[in-house]
């Protein structure tokens, strides 16, 4: 079968197109509208997505959600479905409404792995003017069967998010506007993965950026913009109740310093100290980073020291690109 995919992509790659809508004007640090074809991919459709997930699950990157979750709810998700069901479950039932799975990491998978660079690919020129040096890239696919939500939320790669069948709305802030995220809050995230103060308040819809997206629509935002998505039954019809997105996820040497400005930052504010954020001050940056990767190193250091003697409750893994 591993054969099959492999020839069936190779025919198929040179064919699928990523674009933004104004190539002059995208910058890696703002969100930007943008077009595709991969929902055309074979690879993408949804019974070589069911074989991408019996691929995943023993590696424990399938995630499912607990049933009635909402936008404001924590984004909290497990990697056994909440009523016991088998992958093969999932997927027969997946036009029920509610339904919901995640594939995480998905470049684990060769296949999928070379599909994902094929996509940054497409854009690689326009991403290289303001952050060369790309790196682990990573491919997170969201199926669904309206009405279903993807919780507001941050994350720390830039994104190069991808809408492949049906219909959702997404919702993304300025990664810079700290009325809806402060920035604590993200230095949270970054160094100790929390999104305890990353709350949803419904005032605070009016300052995003929406987005109506169909198969072949997509969206760029940078790393720690937050987001959300809904899609709602009404927008379905019998035999076509699925919305299917992937994220194309990537860090640059940008994303790395910019973690590792939080990374300090954190300890500073620990010490009473309100300090300036990243992007702020590109001196006071440059002076920042060498020591939030030390901190980071640090931290990461004796959390391993730690962990065989304090033994339970202690679990502590830096969150990727955190330093």
């Keep these: ?5 492999i020839d069936q992509m190779s025919s ?3 064919d699928c197109r990523l674009w933004v809508d104004d190539p002059a004007g995208f910058s890696t640090a703002r969100v930007g509208r943008l077009h595709h074809d991969y929902h055309l991919h074979p690879l993408l459709q949804l019974p070589e997505l069911e074989a991408l997930a019996k691929e995943l699950a023993p590696l424990k990157q399938c995630r499912f959600v607990r049933p009635g979750i909402t936008q404001a709810s924590a984004f909290a ?5 909440p009523d016991g069901r088998s992958i093969e479950e999932v997927f027969r039932r997946i036009e029920e409404p509610g339904s919901w799975i995640a594939l995480y990491d998905v470049e684990v998978i060769p296949r999928y792995k070379a599909l994902l660079d094929h996509v940054l690919a497409n854009v690689r020129e326009i991403i290289d003017r303001e952050q ?4 682990q890239v990573t491919g997170f696919v969201f199926i669904s069967a309206p009405p279903s939500v993807t919780p507001f939320h941050i994350d720390r790669e830039n994104n190069f998010w991808l809408m492949l069948h049906g219909r959702k709305v997404m919702n993304v802030w300025d990664r810079t506007d700290r009325t809806v ?10 160094v100790a993965h929390s999104l305890r103060k990353v709350k949803l308040k419904d005032e605070w819809r009016a300052r995003s950026h929406e987005f109506d997206v169909r198969a072949g629509d997509g969206v760029y935002f940078p790393s720690t913009s937050p987001h959300m998505t809904r899609s709602d039954p009404d927008w379905t019809a019998p035999g076509d109740r699925v919305a299917i997105s992937i994220g194309v996820n990537f860090y640059t040497p940008v994303t790395r310093r910019t973690a590792q400005v939080h990374q300090l930052n954190r300890v500073l504010r620990k010490c009473g100290l309100s300090p300036r954020g990243p992007g702020e001050s590109e001196a ?10 030390m901190a980071g190193l640090a931290r990461s250091t004796l959390a391993r020291v730690a ?3 304090l ?13």
């Design 1 to 5: 079968m591993g054969a099959s995919h």
């Design 12 to 14: 198929t790659r040179s």
């Design 77 to 81: 998700h497990d990697s056994v479905p």
């Design 132 to 135: 060369h040096g790309m790196f």
């Design 181 to 190: 995220v402060p920035l604590d809050a993200v230095e949270d995230f970054i």
């Design 284 to 293: 006071l940056d440059a002076l920042k980073a060498p020591f939030g990767k």
């Design 307 to 309: 962990r065989p003697i």
């Design 311 to 323: 033994h339970r409750g202690f679990s502590y893994k830096p969150p990727p690109g955190s330093y």
